[in-house]
């Protein structure tokens, strides 16, 4: 079945310090990688997504590149700021033919914390 | 207004006790989702619909029921609550593979 594995946390940063949360799956067929982020109180929001091997998502600084040879879609920022402290999820969504539900399998979650 | 709304946000209930949670949403979109959230474990699956005449049991359904009264409107029951379903849960909604949560409703059954 699918899986996400995702770095442990909790990862604790200064402001201004470069960010890498490393994300690796398992999955059958072609699926489509995300990231989300919950700050605090509030329900999961869409940060980036690829689609296919290769392609980049990116959004607030944030990017991730989905690697079909490693299995990985790792999420880095150069600067991070005090407002990037959430939690970040990473997901697949495998749409097999015939069922294409749109499942989402995600990992763990990751908490960050960024201190001025 | 938030495309994805969740009733009640905070619900402190006792063991044995039927509970409802209710999910409406204004996107339009055919498929809606019920997850939880337990810390260090990442979302679950527990149901999801296809559309108002689809109903599917995810990866941890056992102890839960849902209803899809209309499009809009995805409601998740608790026929009688145990303290290990102690969680957050939160709905979502879905065009293709991109998924839009709600704020989450805070259960807590002693």
């Known amino acids: 079945g699918n899986s996400v594995t995702q770095m442990e946390g909790p990862v604790t940063l200064s402001e201004e310090a470069f960010l890498t949360i490393n994300c690796t799956y398992t999955?059958?067929?072609?699926?489509?990688l995300f990231w989300y982020v919950q700050y605090p109180g509030e329900g999961l929001q869409l940060l980036l997504k690829?689609?296919?091997?290769?392609d980049k998502g990116s959004n607030k600084g944030f990017e991730a590149t989905y690697r079909k040879e490693t299995t990985s879609f790792h999420l880095e920022k150069g600067s991070v700021q005090v407002s990037d402290s959430a939690v970040y999820f990473c997901?697949?969504?495998?749409?097999?033919?015939?069922?294409?539900?749109?499942?989402?399998?995600f990992g763990q979650g990751t908490i960050l914390t960024v201190h001025p | 207004d938030a495309d994805v709304t969740q009733t009640p946000r905070n619900r402190i209930t006792k063991t044995g006790k039927r509970i409802m949670l209710e999910c409406s949403q204004t996107?339009?979109?055919?498929?809606m989702y019920w997850y939880r959230q337990d810390p260090g474990l990442g979302l679950q699956l527990i149901y999801y619909?296809?559309?108002?005449?689809?109903?599917n049991k995810g990866e941890i359904s056992d102890g839960y029921s849902v209803s899809r009264q209309a499009q809009a409107k995805f409601s998740l029951s608790l026929e009688s609550a145990i303290p290990n379903q102690t969680a957050l849960y939160f709905c979502?909604?879905?065009?293709?593979?991109?998924?839009?949560f709600g704020p989450g409703t805070r259960l807590t059954v002693l």
């Open positions: 997901a697949l969504s495998s749409l097999a033919g015939g069922t294409s539900y749109g499942k989402l399998t």
């Open positions: 979502a909604t879905s065009d293709l593979d991109e998924q839009f």
């Open positions: 996107k339009g979109h055919d498929r």
């Open positions: 690829a689609t296919k091997a290769d």
């Open positions: 999955a059958t067929g072609y699926p489509s």
């Open positions: 619909s296809f559309d108002v005449k689809d109903i």
